[in-house]
């Protein structure tokens, strides 16, 4: 997977969410321990939830909120989806999460097609998905975008060519995304390990080392 970072760094690619995202329009947001403001949070009151990331951005004056890979986050405890026992809950976050207004339109960094969607809709799940397939120096690998619009995978076919910087789906809103403040879960991941429609976005401490290796830091189509 190291090639494939090294080969997306010397691409050129096209702006996830239209424009770069820079210091001039976004700010980090973290969702660790280290963030006592969670701890007077209700994160299971989706609307308390999403006043609280979005009152942040707006003190700020930004558009986006970005954040969270490899991210040992304290938000998890809302869904049962994440596990139930110490050993096995599902507390560090895979991709980058883009917060932004529902609705925000997301294009395709680089050419590929799409491998498979569906709406993954538990409560604290990724409720509708799509995961897009490409191909690059003879390397095969996969991005994975979450928490979308529903209306997002009316009319979507596997294998249908998605361009590079074309609109192929939105940030959905809450309840529909999962029932989470709006934003984009982006992801790389080298392997699906024959998932379709969805893939961890969020793994237990225990298998960081496999997760990290199969899911590299997607910054590289950030910048």
């Known amino acids: ?8 760094s010397e691409k050129r690619h096209f702006p ?3 424009i770069k995202l820079t210091a001039e329009n976004s700010i980090e947001l973290d969702f660790t321990a280290a963030n006592t403001d969670l701890k007077l949070l209700d994160l299971k009151d989706t609307e308390q939830f999403s006043e609280y990331v979005f009152g942040k951005l707006k003190h700020d004056g930004k558009h986006f909120g970005i954040g969270g890979y490899m991210e ?19 507390n560090v976050h895979l991709g980058i999460d883009i917060w932004a207004k529902a609705g ?10 799409v491998h498979s969607f569906q709406d993954n809709g538990t409560f604290g799940n990724y409720g509708p998905v799509i995961i897009l397939e490409h191909q690059l120096l003879g390397e095969v690998f996969y991005s994975l975008y979450g928490h979308l619009k529903r209306s997002d995978l009316v009319g979507l076919e596997k294998g249908q060519r998605i361009s590079a910087g074309r609109v192929f789906c939105h940030i959905g809103s809450y309840p529909e995304n999962g029932d989470w403040p709006p934003h984009l879960h982006f992801q790389l991941i080298a392997d ?22 199969n899911c590299p830091d997607p910054k590289v189509l950030l910048c």
Do not use: W
């Open 192 to 213: 699906l390990e024959g998932n379709e429609g969805d893939y961890p976005g969020v793994c237990a401490s225990k298998d960081i080392e496999k997760y990290r290796n």
């Open 104 to 113: 925000q339109p997301i294009y395709a960094p680089i050419d590929g097609k």
């Open 16 to 18: 996830i969410m239209g």
């Open 1 to 8: 997977m190291l090639n494939i970072i090294k080969i997306l």
């Open 72 to 90: 040992p986050r304290a938000i998890y405890q809302r869904s049962e989806v994440f596990g139930k026992s110490k050993e096995n809950f599902r």
